[in-house]
């Protein structure tokens, strides 16, 4: 204080003047750069009411999880719900994607908001969707990247699709459906979507669409054990007409996917595995049950047991033309509660990213990294229960897969994987 005291008593009035005009100019300053910090820090408050599906046993959802991706920042913030299932945050302005993963011991529960614009306190509505974890048929792993040649040639004929028995009942195969849904990549929305882009409730079904023979009892597939369906039942690794380069040998396949003449004679047959049978096509200029290398959406499907699979062929009402096209081609059309089980395989650029699925099917997505990579995406391993394997099964595959695996048909992980 004495410092400060002889510094005033003996400042000369210019000096003190400097000193105060100095001052104000701090103060100016120190007020302009706390109003920007103020102005750049502004966050508004979002509550979400988050719903469960109409007849679970509860109707608001608490203590759920909800994260908030801001697409610009790549940042995430991640909110319970309170007892009245309202999840309250505080966000900066930007454009978020909201998302739930939420489970208890029966069903898995899923929601999404996508593209949200925040800019001004606001309420929104989460409706989730419920899928039973009960068991049943899962797609295990999905190989369709495919692989280089030596001579750095592109190879897909070693793709596969496996099916595992998630349940601790056999499971009959018979009448199987194995298909995928149109478009064959996910790089623009779909043409099978109205204009807020919901996708339509029967799924239109792209190429050669295969199913299991058998009169209902042939094929049983055991508790906890797979079968895997090829393209080319082969041993790829060696066979001559294979890639040395590949990574599978599928010569002890279950099945291959094998369409005889309706190509013109362009498949080629392995003797050695059986083929399943071919429902409909909406092209056979395609060689085979070609996957595309950049995501397809895949699907396992039965019908109910009073449709057989000649009647539902022969429905007209089960076609449909592409919307938005002039194109005469027709396409099988399957309701989505015939489907059970989906994979939604897209793009890894992030615009490349489009549904296809409807988020009750599967509410994610997976992918590679790139293609001819030998790599394949594969379910995570949620439990081992006396040495036997039950895989994750939220119907969400961002959840449930793990990206850039090697193939290994048949070969089932022995370490619980999360």
Not at 239 to 244: E, L
Not at 297 to 318: E, H, R, W
Not at 366 to 395: A, E, H, P, W
């Amino acid at each position: 204080m004495k410092l400060l005291s002889s510094f005033f008593d003996h400042a000369s009035p210019l000096k003190w003047g400097k000193v105060f005009v100095l001052l104000v100019l701090a103060l100016v300053a120190f007020s302009f750069s706390s109003c920007s910090s103020d102005e750049e820090a502004k966050k508004y408050t979002v509550s979400i009411t988050v719903n469960y599906p109409t007849g679970y046993t509860q109707t608001l959802a608490s203590g759920v999880e909800v994260k908030a991706l801001n697409a610009q920042t790549g940042t995430t913030t991640n909110v319970t719900t309170d007892a009245n299932g309202v999840a309250e945050f505080s966000l900066i302005s930007g454009v978020y994607k909201f998302t739930i993963a939420s489970e208890t011991e029966e069903f898995a529960f899923n929601g999404i908001l996508e593209n949200t614009t925040i800019a001004k306190d606001q309420s929104l509505t989460i409706d989730l969707s419920a899928s039973t974890l009960s068991g049943g048929l899962v797609i295990k792993e999905i190989y369709y990247v495919g692989s280089l040649t030596p001579s750095s040639g592109s190879y897909y004929s070693d793709q596969f699709v496996e099916i595992y028995n998630n349940s601790d009942d056999t499971i009959y195969l018979d009448k199987l459906i194995l298909s995928m849904i149109d478009s064959i990549t996910s790089n623009s929305i779909s043409s099978w979507s109205d204009a807020s882009g919901v996708l339509q409730e029967k799924l239109p079904l792209y190429g050669f669409t295969f199913y299991v023979p058998g009169t209902g009892t042939e094929h049983p597939l055991l508790p906890r054990t797979s079968a895997v369906i090829a393209q080319d039942g082969i041993d790829h690794k060696s066979d001559a007409a294979g890639n040395a380069n590949s990574p599978v040998n599928l010569g002890s396949a279950s099945w291959e996917t094998y369409v005889g003449d309706l190509n013109g004679g362009k498949d080629a047959d392995a003797a050695a595995v059986p083929n399943l049978g071919v429902l409909y096509a909406t092209s056979t200029s395609s060689y085979d049950f070609i996957m595309s290398v950049f995501g397809p959406a895949v699907i396992i499907a039965k019908l109910p047991d009073d449709v057989s699979l000649a009647t539902f062929t022969s429905d007209d009402s089960n076609f449909a033309t592409k919307p938005g096209t002039t194109s005469s081609v027709k396409y099988l059309q399957i309701p989505r509660s015939y489907v059970i089980d989906a994979v939604e395989c897209v793009n890894s650029d992030e615009k490349k990213q489009y549904k296809r699925i409807p988020s009750s099917l599967d509410a994610g997505y997976v992918y590679t990294l790139n293609t001819y990579t030998s790599k394949s995406v594969r379910r995570k391993v949620k439990q081992i229960i006396d040495g036997k394997v039950l895989y994750k099964d939220t119907n969400n595959s961002t959840q449930d897969f793990l990206l850039e695996q090697t193939p290994a048909p048949f070969v089932h992980s022995s370490v619980v994987e999360e």
